[in-house]
């Protein structure tokens, strides 16, 4: 029993192995663009809604009509800089650091720190934005000679990798529905057992990988907001779960593209 199911285990990874041969020269791209889909909805969002936005932050902190515009402003700006200069790869430690930044200013203007819900989904957007930056750095850079190995492993990125793979569990774990019907007991289950597995680094690409196709599917088919018309509120719900859950799967494909990194059993096992 255990040897069949090895094989149908070796057989999947060799299946996910094709497909990210095929697709390693968009599939970083792809994770990259979907990662920070969050932020350039929420960025074009401030443009759209700027007089809403403002006067909530105004009522909320009654800061004045300056500071809750500047508040507007510098998320709109901020976002969509970060966004523009994350797809173009120029400056994407600067780019991090403004979306950090962004999420920081968020946290504290939406009053998310008394949130649990919406606190753990903004702490896994820094894992999103930590994968982004450990994808930026070189490896390399750790030995004086060309063509000597080095001793070591890149000790920030690797730890960096470790940082967004267990963020990333935090935004999952938001996106659960606990109904006691058979198949949302089946989906969660299933969908946490992945997602652990992600975490500690254990056949990380297949479990990242069919992770993504799992979401991709869940979110088309529950967070449909194109079907829901604008004048109801749901429509904007169903569009902020649809961004942030695109944030996972970009989070998740760029597991797939960078590897689960040095912490992990998937790494430890090359050495056993």
Same mark, same amino acid.
């Given at each position: 029993?255990?040897?069949?199911?090895?094989?149908?285990?070796? $057989? #999947?990874?060799?299946? #996910?192995?094709?497909?990210?041969?095929?697709?390693?020269?968009?599939? !970083?791209?792809?994770?990259?663009? +979907?990662?920070?889909?969050?932020?350039?909805?929420?960025?074009?969002?401030?443009?759209? $809604?700027?007089?809403?936005?403002?006067?909530?932050?105004?009522? @909320?902190?009654? +800061? &004045? /009509?300056? %500071?809750?515009?500047?508040?507007?402003?510098?998320?709109?700006?901020?976002?969509?800089?970060?966004?523009?200069?994350?797809?173009?790869?120029?400056?994407? !430690?600067?780019?991090?650091?403004?979306?950090?930044?962004?999420?920081?200013?968020?946290?504290?203007?939406?009053?998310?720190?008394?949130?649990?819900?919406?606190?753990?989904?903004?702490?896994?957007?820094?894992? &999103?934005?930590?994968?982004?930056? #450990?994808?930026?750095?070189?490896? &390399?850079?750790? @030995?004086?000679? #060309?063509?000597? !190995?080095?001793?070591?492993?890149?000790?920030?990125?690797?730890?960096?990798?470790?940082?967004?793979?267990? %963020?990333?569990?935090?935004?999952?774990?938001?996106?659960?529905?606990?109904?006691?019907?058979?198949? $949302?007991?089946?989906?969660?289950?299933?969908?946490?057992?992945?997602?652990?597995?992600?975490?500690?680094?254990?056949?990380?690409?297949? +479990?990242?990988?069919?992770?993504?196709? /799992?979401?991709?599917?869940?979110?088309?088919?529950?967070?449909?907001?194109?079907?829901? !018309?604008?004048?109801?509120?749901?429509?904007?719900?169903?569009?902020?779960?649809?961004?942030? @859950?695109?944030?996972?799967?970009?989070?998740?494909?760029?597991?797939?593209?960078?590897?689960?990194?040095?912490?992990?059993?998937?790494?430890?096992?090359?050495?056993?």
């Amino acid at each position: 029993m255990a040897t069949t199911q090895n094989e149908y285990v070796s $057989q #999947a990874e060799d299946v #996910a192995d094709q497909v990210l041969r095929r697709s390693k020269t968009i599939l !970083p791209h792809l994770a990259r663009l +979907c990662l920070i889909s969050t932020f350039l909805e929420d960025g074009i969002r401030m443009w759209f $809604q700027w007089q809403e936005q403002r006067d909530y932050i105004e009522q @909320t902190w009654n +800061c &004045g /009509w300056f %500071l809750s515009s500047l508040f507007v402003f510098i998320n709109l700006v901020g976002q969509l800089i970060g966004c523009v200069m994350v797809l173009s790869r120029k400056q994407v !430690p600067v780019a991090c650091g403004l979306l950090f930044f962004i999420i920081a200013l968020q946290t504290i203007g939406y009053s998310i720190l008394w949130d649990l819900k919406f606190l753990m989904r903004n702490l896994a957007l820094c894992g &999103g934005v930590i994968l982004l930056l #450990a994808e930026s750095r070189t490896e &390399g850079k750790q @030995t004086l000679f #060309a063509g000597v !190995p080095s001793m070591g492993q890149n000790k920030p990125k690797t730890y960096m990798q470790l940082s967004g793979r267990l %963020l990333l569990v935090l935004m999952f774990m938001t996106l659960l529905r606990f109904q006691l019907t058979p198949l $949302q007991i089946i989906q969660n289950v299933v969908g946490s057992m992945l997602i652990i597995l992600v975490a500690i680094g254990f056949k990380t690409k297949l +479990c990242a990988l069919i992770l993504v196709v /799992w979401l991709t599917v869940l979110n088309f088919y529950f967070n449909a907001w194109w079907n829901i !018309p604008e004048y109801r509120p749901m429509r904007d719900f169903l569009k902020y779960d649809f961004f942030q @859950t695109f944030s996972v799967v970009g989070g998740l494909l760029l597991v797939v593209a960078l590897g689960p990194g040095g912490v992990s059993i998937d790494e430890h096992k090359k050495d056993w």
